[in-house]
T-cell receptor, first 115, second 112 residues
C-alpha cells in the first residue's frame, strides 16, 4: 500500500511565477490536509479537503493560494505570483474516510524555493 | 484547539528511556493528546494518541496525568534513529482531523 505521494519534491520558481504542488493520498483515503513549514518552525495548517470539497481553509492566505481535490486525480496546492516568503516545505497528509482516530499519514513534502 | 507547551530540546543516551513532557493545561474533556515526530525534515510520523488512559504501542508509551493537564511520551529504549523533533498536539476528534498546528515541538537528540 503506497504511502502519501507528493511531487515535485523540490521546486524552484522565480518571483511572480506559479507553483503547483501535487498530493496523492493513500489508497482508500478521501481526506487531504495541506501544511506549510517555514525553516526552523513547526507545521502550520493550511487547508482540509475532501473529494471535490474544501472543508476548512482557515489557514490559507487570502490571496494567491488555492487548493483543490478533484473527483479524479491528486490534490493540488496552487500558489500564484510567488514571493520569496513562500519558500517553505509544503506537506500533505491524508486520513481515511470516516475515521475518528485522527491518525494522519504524511507525505515527504515539497520544498519550494523562490528566487 | 488547546495549546501545548514542550521543552525546545532534550538529550538522551542511546539505550536509555527518553521521556518527553508536554503541558496542555487548557485541554477540554473531549480533546485527545497526539504525538508525532519529524525526522530531519521528512514528513511527520504518527506515534501514539490517547484520551485519559495510558496507552502503549510498538513505538512508545503515553502517560497522561489524571487531571489531563500534562502528558509524557516514553521511548523505552532510545536509538540514534529516534533523533527527531517530537510534536505534542491536542484536538477534538471530528470532521476536521488535521487542523491542529504542530507548534515547535521538542528536538530530541539521542547520543551514543
Amino acid at each position: 500500500n503506497a504511502g502519501v505521494m507528493q511531487n515535485p519534491r523540490h521546486l524552484v520558481r522565480r518571483r511572480g511565477q506559479e507553483a503547483r504542488l501535487r498530493c496523492s493520498p493513500m489508497k482508500g483515503h478521501s481526506h487531504v490536509y495541506w501544511y506549510r513549514q517555514l525553516p526552523e518552525e513547526g507545521l502550520k495548517f493550511m487547508v482540509y479537503l475532501q473529494k471535490e470539497n474544501i472543508i476548512d481553509e482557515s489557514g490559507m492566505p487570502k490571496e494567491r493560494f488555492s487548493a483543490e481535490f478533484p473527483k479524479e486525480g491528486p490534490s493540488i496546492l496552487r500558489i500564484q505570483q510567488v514571493v520569496r516568503g513562500d519558500s517553505a516545505a509544503y506537506f500533505c497528509a491524508s486520513s481515511a474516510r470516516g475515521t475518528n482516530t485522527g491518525e494522519l499519514f504524511f507525505g515527504e513534502g515539497s520544498r519550494l524555493t523562490v528566487l | 484547539d488547546a495549546k501545548t507547551t514542550q521543552p525546545p530540546s532534550m538529550d538522551c543516551a542511546e539505550g536509555r528511556a527518553a521521556n518527553l513532557p508536554c503541558n496542555h493545561s487548557t485541554i477540554s474533556g473531549n480533546e485527545y493528546v497526539y504525538w508525532y515526530r519529524q525526522i530531519h525534515s521528512q514528513g511527520p510520523q504518527y506515534i501514539i494518541h490517547g484520551l485519559k488512559n495510558n496507552e502503549t504501542n510498538e513505538m512508545a508509551s503515553l502517560i497522561i496525568t489524571e487531571d489531563r493537564k500534562s502528558s509524557t511520551l516514553i521511548l523505552p529504549h532510545a536509538t540514534l534513529r529516534d533523533t527527531a523533533v517530537y510534536y505534542c498536539i491536542v484536538r477534538v476528534l471530528g470532521t476536521n482531523a488535521g487542523k491542529s498546528t504542530f507548534g515547535d515541538g521538542t528536538t530530541l537528540t539521542v547520543k551514543p
